[in-house]
């Protein structure tokens, strides 16, 4: 392990022909972190990719997994639901409209289930389910809800429409009728007492919420401020107090802001905040909760300045006022992807894109990107 001077970056971190760890989540026995891996080389297009999965017990060391059943998988969400966790995402590389046979069985959206993060099954896939997009899936009371878009058989090529599905087991999937509106759904919080989903996107504002009181059964729009400047891309509630974090850009202009939205009270149905003064040239992405607060990452970006081109993390105690804890410089010109935090510590996931345009240097597999910090660091 470390010592107590904030984040390192884990330079050994096992992702071998790993194109990008997509999800994370702590649980009693550690750390459990999903995403996907090159698959077999010279096979047809369903073997393009392949399911993986990282496991830890404190966050700094790591086994990599690629388990045999998630063959041809593109995982894309992970959450722990009574006890158990379900991976869920897409198998093999094509849409059901995409000429690239032979398509692999189950193609489509998959849900994966595990006691130990470590042994896995595949569930019977749920046909309402099977071309599901989606963007966040989390557990809310009896249910797991899903969040994302669909298309409807009858609509235009490219139309999509926000979606929210449900299930009791992981298996049987449920779309909700008259759920929220709009293009698509970008994240979802749940509290102990109502649930809120995010509209809209960076390129489509104005963002909308959503909120429900039952599980995602029923909706109702809320309120948010600050709706045109970002879109929303994570939340985390904790103690009555939930946090929504994003990033957009400036009108005309190639520059990133950041934003944050609070709701006191857990019903979530009013947001306040929106764009965060002093923080250009950054782009929030993902935010966990710690003993003394919340912790946001995210990316830096200004053109014509390599030293501005990375990653950075964030703290705030009351997610209202937020002031920069690091800079992760390892990231350079790619997408931080998520962060989650334990007992351990904390651990940022990240993605950083191949150079396609300077042909002087050789591609790199080395795609993938972890730092880890002691919480101690962030107090």
Known sequence: MPPDAGFVFLNDFPADATLEISAAIVTQDGFVAVGKDFGTAGGSASDIFAGAVWLSRDGYNWEHLRPAVMAHAQLDQLVEFHGQLYATGMVGACFPDADCTPLPENTGRNVWRSRDGRDWELLPQSLTFQWASLTDVVAAGDYLVAVGAYSDPDAAPGAATAGVWRSTDGMDWALVPHGPSGLGLQAAVSSESALAVFGSDLFAPPITVWQSDDSAATWTQGSLEGAMECAVSAGVSAAGSSVAIGGGRHEGVDELVSCAWTSVGGDMATWHGGLLDGFDWTMMRAVTVVPSG????????????????????WTSKDGVTWREATRLPELGNGMIKTVVAGPRGIVVFGTQFPDLLNPGESPSLDWVKVWFAPLSALE
């Open 294 to 313: 919340f912790v946001a990452v995210g990316q830096t970006y200004k053109p014509n300045s390599s030293t501005a081109r990375g990653g950075a993390a």
